[in-house]
């Protein structure tokens, strides 16, 4: 196939999506393929650090970043738009509207959603936590509490994985002594898969907010001002002013229409190389897809979809070069949540730390993670001007030694392999 004609189509601009679109669009192509992202909505949503904006840690643009300032100055093309359908045979991606885009390489990166119909009543009275807007209805919600003469404010977090653990430490420093939290889990721990010593950092950041914590017990309901759980076959009934639900996912409902080579959960299930079993032109990233390894399934997580990213741009571009695709093999770097303000829990490589120097670390170990260099950058300088001078200038010091020695490792790299091939146009990863 002539390059010439490559059309290459991006459906869904996060973690999985945006980062294989930024990665092809660095590589040095004898002939350009066209590259278009679809996405529905106008920004990127760097969830890790979504927690922040509920206590004003951070600000929206820090973590929000529009496509059309990322993709300012690349080759790629933002189709703004929602799927609503894929003809695998035809090639064809159907836009709401009508819209009808053709490929050559497809990317599914669409991710999931939350699913709240789960128990009567969580539709319409819980919130989830995913998007921009879950977090802006919840900041509003709770502002409009904070100004009522409620002398406690009740709020139940429905869920003890690492989104409900870090939204209830969040909710609890924001709300100081008018907070009264509940944190409910089906299961008898918190955290789950987690490093005991984050589990225990948890344990410790939730007691100190007098968080109360209901094991082994189950939402049976949810209404406008309580919710009812199951404990040892005992119900109970919470009064609550709120209620966030941070359990469960499912696909987008026309995903299961396209194929049926998915699992029970309506994910993809693809080959180690990403790609679509039946389809070798399309690839699945991210949430949507179940990838295994041959060790371990890659895990729902932004670490795994950011990894997979990189694998997919390198088997795009050797599928439409005649080369040998490589197998996508997730590596584990550690995990990292942020228990209330200023402070978290770290566990990589063995070394577990806790409190706020984690706090900063992990907030500029994501940084490294954000998309462009000019968008980290801008970043990199808001949160530098917001610290005191001192530690300013030594963290600007370290930041500016590391962007060197990284820029100069990826000059020689590539003088040294100049069949690797990437543009001057790429930006500096960590
Ligand atoms: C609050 C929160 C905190 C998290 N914290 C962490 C963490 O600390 N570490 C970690 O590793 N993981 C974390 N995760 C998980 C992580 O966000 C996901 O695993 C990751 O985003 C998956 O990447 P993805 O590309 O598959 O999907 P997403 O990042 O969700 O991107 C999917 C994109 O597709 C778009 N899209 C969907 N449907 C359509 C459509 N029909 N048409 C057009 N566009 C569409 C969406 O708008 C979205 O931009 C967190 C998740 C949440 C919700």
């Given at each position: 196939m002539s390059q010439s004609q490559s059309q290459i189509c991006i459906l869904g601009g996060g973690f999985g999506g945006l980062y294989t679109a930024l990665e092809l669009n660095r590589y040095r192509w004898q002939t350009r393929p066209q590259i278009t992202l679809v996405e529905r909505k106008d920004h990127f949503l760097f969830?890790?650090?979504?927690?922040e904006l509920v206590t004003g840690e951070l600000q929206t643009w820090h973590i929000a970043p529009h496509f059309a300032k990322l993709l300012a100055g690349t080759d790629i093309h933002l189709e703004q738009g929602t799927v609503e359908s894929v003809d695998l045979d035809m090639r064809r991606v159907i836009l709401s509207g009508g819209k009808v885009l053709s490929y050559d390489r497809l990317v599914i990166g669409i991710g999931k959603e939350t699913l709240?119909?789960?128990?009567?009543?969580a539709a319409g009275n819980a919130l989830p936590f995913r998007s921009l807007a879950d977090v802006n209805r919840l900041k509003e919600q709770l502002r409009l509490l904070e100004l009522s003469d409620l002398s406690q404010i009740r709020v139940a977090v429905v869920g003890a994985g690492p989104n409900g653990v870090e939204l209830a430490c969040k909710i609890a420093d924001r709300l100081k002594e008018r907070g009264r939290l509940l944190l409910i889990n089906r299961?008898?721990?918190?955290?789950?898969?987690?490093?005991g010593s984050s589990q225990k950092a948890a344990l410790k950041a939730l007691r100190r907010r007098r968080v109360q914590l209901e094991l082994s017990t189950t939402v049976e309901s949810v209404d406008s001002d309580s919710i009812t759980l199951v404990h040892q076959d005992q119900r109970r009934t919470h009064p609550v002013d709120l209620v966030l639900w941070t359990i469960g996912t499912r696909v987008a409902d026309?995903?299961?229409?396209?194929?049926?080579?998915?699992n029970e959960k309506g994910e993809f299930l693809v080959l180690p190389t990403l790609q679509l079993i039946k389809h070798p032109e399309v690839f699945a990233l991210g949430d949507i897809a179940a990838s295994n390894d041959s060790e371990h399934w890659a895990p729902a997580t932004a670490q795994a979809a950011f990894q997979q990213a990189k694998i997919a741009a390198q088997n795009i571009r050797a599928s439409l070069t005649g080369r040998t695709l490589r197998a996508f093999r997730y590596w584990h770097i550690g995990e990292m949540i942020t228990l209330g303000i200023n402070a978290s829990a770290i566990s990589s490589f063995g070394i577990n730390l806790s409190g706020p120097v984690a706090g900063v670390i992990r907030q500029w170990v994501y940084l490294l993670r954000m998309p462009t260099f000019r968008h980290r950058f801008q970043v990199a300088c808001d949160w530098l001007s917001q610290m005191p001078s001192g530690v300013a200038v030594k963290l600007w010091q370290g930041l500016a030694g590391l962007f060197r020695r990284n820029a100069t490792h990826k000059r020689r790299s590539h003088s040294q392999n100049p069949d690797v091939g990437e543009s001057s146009r790429r930006t500096h990863r960590k």
């Amino acid at each position: 196939m002539s390059q010439s004609q490559s059309q290459i189509c991006i459906l869904g601009g996060g973690f999985g999506g945006l980062y294989t679109a930024l990665e092809l669009n660095r590589y040095r192509w004898q002939t350009r393929p066209q590259i278009t992202l679809v996405e529905r909505k106008d920004h990127f949503l760097f969830t890790p650090l979504l927690y922040e904006l509920v206590t004003g840690e951070l600000q929206t643009w820090h973590i929000a970043p529009h496509f059309a300032k990322l993709l300012a100055g690349t080759d790629i093309h933002l189709e703004q738009g929602t799927v609503e359908s894929v003809d695998l045979d035809m090639r064809r991606v159907i836009l709401s509207g009508g819209k009808v885009l053709s490929y050559d390489r497809l990317v599914i990166g669409i991710g999931k959603e939350t699913l709240l119909d789960v128990v009567p009543g969580a539709a319409g009275n819980a919130l989830p936590f995913r998007s921009l807007a879950d977090v802006n209805r919840l900041k509003e919600q709770l502002r409009l509490l904070e100004l009522s003469d409620l002398s406690q404010i009740r709020v139940a977090v429905v869920g003890a994985g690492p989104n409900g653990v870090e939204l209830a430490c969040k909710i609890a420093d924001r709300l100081k002594e008018r907070g009264r939290l509940l944190l409910i889990n089906r299961g008898d721990k918190i955290l789950k898969n987690f490093a005991g010593s984050s589990q225990k950092a948890a344990l410790k950041a939730l007691r100190r907010r007098r968080v109360q914590l209901e094991l082994s017990t189950t939402v049976e309901s949810v209404d406008s001002d309580s919710i009812t759980l199951v404990h040892q076959d005992q119900r109970r009934t919470h009064p609550v002013d709120l209620v966030l639900w941070t359990i469960g996912t499912r696909v987008a409902d026309w995903v299961p229409n396209i194929t049926n080579i998915q699992n029970e959960k309506g994910e993809f299930l693809v080959l180690p190389t990403l790609q679509l079993i039946k389809h070798p032109e399309v690839f699945a990233l991210g949430d949507i897809a179940a990838s295994n390894d041959s060790e371990h399934w890659a895990p729902a997580t932004a670490q795994a979809a950011f990894q997979q990213a990189k694998i997919a741009a390198q088997n795009i571009r050797a599928s439409l070069t005649g080369r040998t695709l490589r197998a996508f093999r997730y590596w584990h770097i550690g995990e990292m949540i942020t228990l209330g303000i200023n402070a978290s829990a770290i566990s990589s490589f063995g070394i577990n730390l806790s409190g706020p120097v984690a706090g900063v670390i992990r907030q500029w170990v994501y940084l490294l993670r954000m998309p462009t260099f000019r968008h980290r950058f801008q970043v990199a300088c808001d949160w530098l001007s917001q610290m005191p001078s001192g530690v300013a200038v030594k963290l600007w010091q370290g930041l500016a030694g590391l962007f060197r020695r990284n820029a100069t490792h990826k000059r020689r790299s590539h003088s040294q392999n100049p069949d690797v091939g990437e543009s001057s146009r790429r930006t500096h990863r960590k």
